[in-house]
């Protein structure tokens, strides 16, 4: 597969080494708005061709796969012009801010019958693996329990924007459509549902934007918990699971089961070696090429991009009225 890297900032020069560890694709092409970026990555990969613009590629390279790699605010625009000229299209996360937003992607992907699919790359994470595993273990889950705390936000590349995580034009949102996105995905994964309903209350900056937020999700046999800060004084990341048999606590890559035949305590592997987490690549571009030739298949990363969207819009909505539980729209 012929692939295009759009945004080669942090995320999209990870996404270069991470292709040369994977059979199947070739990165041929690169698009950034900045010619020093391009620069950059031609310094990597000399043959590789680079372009301002989508447009330009399109005009030069028959490319299978466009992977977006830019900012939130650009990423349905982007996904819906490489559908459009007949790509694939891997879209980093979060795809879309809004449910309408989701609809319209879909829209596009079905219209031009190519595939559209999340870089949720936690869903391959040792995290997500040990839950998953910790689901046999506890028996039904019944609560579960995301807290990531850090000390503030993560930085973009020095030539762009570095802090557009802060800037609600760019981000559309705080540390909940930044980093929440992994844990919405991760959470209904694991309760293979949707909630019926979300609550949340937030501490936001002076712009409207949240910097500190917890989302309760109501599933239709239990709770999940999301707990996220970029204003505490130590980082952590905990993810917990509770069931009818045991419990499981993953706690900075330790991870303690325990249930009526007493504990065990396994530590995991690698759970974070980079913010970019290239090590869980492999396996979700395997997941890809897997769904990619299963047409049959390709509603399934759609309704995990529109669910998505969905919970975080009502839980922005729910922390707007302080917390109020709201009602989530049909799928
Ligand atoms: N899944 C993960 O683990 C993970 C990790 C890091 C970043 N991300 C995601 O990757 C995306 C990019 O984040 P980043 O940290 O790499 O940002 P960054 O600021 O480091 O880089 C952004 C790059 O995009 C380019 N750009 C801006 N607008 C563009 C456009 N319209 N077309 C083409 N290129 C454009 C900039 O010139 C820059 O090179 C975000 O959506 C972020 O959430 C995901």
Known sequence: MRV?????GTAGTARLGAYRQVAGA????????????????RDLQPQLRTYLTLSELFANDRIDVVDVCTPPSSHVELAI??????????????????????????????????LLYPAHNYAFSPMMRMLTEGKGKVGTPVTATIRIRRATH??????????????????????????????VYMV???????????SATARWQEDGLEEA???????????????????DDARTNHYG???????????????????????????LDSPTRSSTHEEWFADMFDDFTKIVSRPDRW??????????AQIIEAAYESARLDGRLVELGEG
Do not use: N, Y
């Open 213 to 231: 937020i917890e989302v309760r999700l109501h599933f239709p046999d239990g709770t999940a918990e999301i707990d996220l800060s970029w204003v």
């Open 154 to 183: 993560a930085r973009g590349i020095g030539s762009w924007q570095p802090d557009w995580r802060r800037d609600p034009a760019v981000a559309g949102g705080g540390i909940l459509l930044d980093h929440g996105s992994h844990c």
């Open 81 to 114: 012009q490489a559908l459009d000229a007949g790509s694939h299209v891997i879209c980093e996360k979060p795809v879309a801010f809004r449910a309408a937003d989701a609809r319209a992607l879909a829209g596009a992907a079905t219209r031009a019958e190519r």
């Open 241 to 267: 699971l509770s069931g009818s048999t045991g419990t499981l606590d993953i706690t900075d890559g330790v991870a303690v089961f325990s249930g009526s035949g007493g504990s065990e305590r396994r530590t």
């Open 26 to 41: 070739e990165v041929v092409a690169v698009v950034d708005p900045s010619s020093a970026r391009l620069a950059g990555a």
């Open 4 to 8: 295009a890297i759009v945004g080669f």
């Open 299 to 308: 509603d399934g990363p759609m309704d995990e991009i529109l669910s998505t």
């Open 188 to 198: 209904t994964r694991l309760f293979g549902a949707r909630p019926g309903k979300v």
